[in-house]
């Protein structure tokens, strides 16, 4: 009974996301619907901020909604109901940024980044010691450890 009932919760979790979309949003027209699918896919809900507002049940989320099939129903295109969203609620909208001047340092940060930390390592890497690279002992290190291993083996045999 208890897997079944977590069998059932598991279910629920998964199928949540996918119930954001209620059937009185939906158009009759088929195609339109998945344009309207496509465009709210790309588009950020402004209260969850990092879901789309497909996936978000928010108010406002269905709002956004609702006013993308507005526009489609009123013969804009895609690229035109997502300019209408940007104009209204600025760029923060749109999940994946445009590559534009002020959005410059957003596409380029990841990548420098990365790459100065791979130099880092590498820097780090080539200054160490090469015996420590190497990972050899020298030979103090292991007369040392040959007396170490000899005295514990000593008191072994002595147990």
């Known amino acids: 009974m208890k897997r079944l009932l977590s069998l059932i919760a598991l279910v629920l979790c998964l199928v949540m996301p ?3 979309v209620s059937p009185d949003e939906m158009l009759g027209d088929p195609v339109l619907e998945q344009r309207a699918r496509d465009i709210s896919a790309g ?17 406002l ?13 009123a013969g804009d295109s895609n690229a035109q109901v997502e300019q209408y969203l940007v104009d209204r609620y600025g760029e923060y909208v749109l999940l994946n940024p445009r590559l534009n001047n002020h959005t ?6 990841a990548p420098v980044l990365l790459g100065l930390g ?4 590498f820097w780090a ?16 290190e292991k007369r040392v450890l040959a007396e170490l291993s000899g005295a514990g083996e000593d008191e072994t045999r002595k147990g």
Do not use: H, Y
Request: with cysteine; proline share 2%.
């Open 18 to 20: 996918v119930l954001a």
């Open 43 to 59: 588009l950020r809900c402004l209260v969850c901020q990092n879901q789309s507002i497909d996936d978000s049940d928010a108010d």
């Open 104 to 109: 410059l340092i957003l596409w380029i940060a």
């Open 125 to 140: 890497v080539r200054r160490a010691p090469a015996k420590a690279r190497e990972g050899g002992l020298s030979e103090d």
């Open 118 to 121: 791979l130099f880092g390592l």
């Open 61 to 73: 989320a269905r709002d956004l909604r609702i006013l993308v099939r507005e526009r489609l129903v």
